[in-house]
């Protein structure tokens, strides 16, 4: 049996279990959101040699325009006296049509015996802090998130798989156990001993390589550890290690570590993040080596309010990141991402909120042959976000 299949059969039980315990009367929950930016002004320059650079424009590109970033629907409905099945369905660049839908998690959230709790289907892994909790628009300052999580990384980062949990709590303490297992990355589609090629504008998005199919018979494994105090915040580490090729041999780790400190009404959050893969040989014509690389990085997202006029409360945000990755065998080149964000955002009611937000990036991408490519620009964005 494939582990596809497993994972299929898994789900249309729990499926069938839902809808044999699901009580007659039981009723649908719908809540949503909606994200829609408007960027006033964007200048960015790609530069790099000729042979290298091909087809991408080099030269200043400006950008200016609405775009309606996502609209997500959530539907919960109770399965039982302490369970809930919940899925969250996301459309994202919605223009003159939909330009992608997605499913960002569906699951049944679950009591088990000893106060632990199973969520199986398609969940959001608990890597870091930002994935679980800030991914939405709703729930952050900002306008975007951190751009080497979200545009090579990927948010959320979301596969099929079970996770159960474990929460202890003593007076203002509390610690958090959480461990899953998941079907896991996969190679490129094209090319099986590909698991990443970095290229600008972007790079490649790993998450395109996360779905519901894997291609090998390995299941990915992981898990959290965190440890709060109410008023104080919050520190855990995260762990990752699944095979992300078709022979089941060539490993990818993901290291996490994050710290959100909330004293008064300040908010600083850190994450840091490492990723080690071995024998991918899109990276290896980038940095060079025999595929094997590694990538260390982290932001720093600081929030605090400015004051409430006309009784709107308003928050100004401030976030920096850094991130490198290299060949473990040492030489060749450095992919590297810089970026720093401020800006602000009025909280008009419950349901709408008003942000503003100037972004500068600097990405460079290495080449074995030749020198880098360098993206380096700014944007400033205008944003609007409701909630129902």
Known sequence: MTTRTAWTRVLAVSALALASAAPAAAKIVFTGYGAFNFTTDGAFRVHGPPAVIGTLPEGTTRLRGFSTDAVGLFAATKAGEDSEFLVDLNFRNVGAAVGETRIQYAYLDTALPWDMRLQAGKITLPIGYYNTRFFYPFQRVSISGPVFQSGILGLPIADVGAVV????????????????????????????????????????????????????????????????????????????????????????????????????????????????????????????????????????????????????????????????????????????????????????????????????????????????????????????????
């Open 165 to 388: 949990s474990r929460h202890f709590e003593e007076g203002d303490w509390g610690v958090d156990l959480r461990v899953y297992g998941v079907n896991g990355y996969g190679s490129t589609p094209n090319s099986t001993a590909t698991f990443r090629s970095p290229s600008a504008p972007g790079g490649l998005t790993v998450s395109r390589n996360l779905g519901a199919g894997n291609n090998n018979r390995d299941l990915a494994v992981g898990g959290q550890a965190a440890i709060g105090a109410r008023g104080l915040g919050e520190a855990g580490m995260s762990y990752y290690r699944g095979a992300w090729d078709k022979s089941g041999e060539r490993v990818l780790q993901i290291l996490g570590a994050h710290v959100l400190f909330t004293p008064a009404r300040l908010n600083i959050l850190a994450e840091y993040l490492h990723l080690d893969v071995d024998a991918d040989q899109g990276m290896a014509a980038s940095l060079g080596g025999n595929g094997d690389w590694h990538t260390d990085g982290l932001f720093i997202d600081v929030s605090h309010p400015l004051g409430a006029p006309r009784g709107m409360p308003l928050t100004g945000f401030a976030r920096g990141e850094i991130y490198d990755s290299s060949s473990d065998s040492g030489g060749g080149g450095h992919e590297s991402l810089r970026s720093l964000s401020t800006g602000a955002a009025l909280r008009v009611n419950d349901s709408i909120t008003w942000k503003a937000e100037c972004l500068w990036l600097e990405y460079r991408v290495p080449f074995v042959s030749a020198k880098s490519i360098v993206l380096v620009g700014h944007s400033v964005s205008l944003g609007l976000v409701a909630a129902f």
